[in-house]
């Protein structure tokens, strides 16, 4: 078994999306094999703030990162999630 550490930022679709109820249910969201280390809210630019969550998961799986995607692309009030890290330990 292998792991993969990986960052994503998530985007809001607009301000006014709570990103702090996001951040605090991410570990409820995500797919077996996959577990949530921290999620951090960020600024971006201009009053636009940003998830960004990191996640150990489990590479046992081949289709375990378009799964992560997938769930994180799925969550309401999400506009764009982006890999912007990942390590293999």
Known sequence: MG???AAYDLMPES??????SIASSL??????GVKLIEAKILPV????????????????????GGDLEKALSSIDGIENVECVSSTVL
């Open 3 to 5: 792991r993969i550490i």
């Open 15 to 20: 301000t006014d999306v709570d990103l702090e």
């Open 45 to 64: 630019a201009f009053g636009l703030m940003k998830i960004n969550a990191g996640f150990d998961i489990d590479d046992s799986d081949e289709g375990i």
């Open 27 to 32: 570990g409820g969201l995500i797919p077996a």
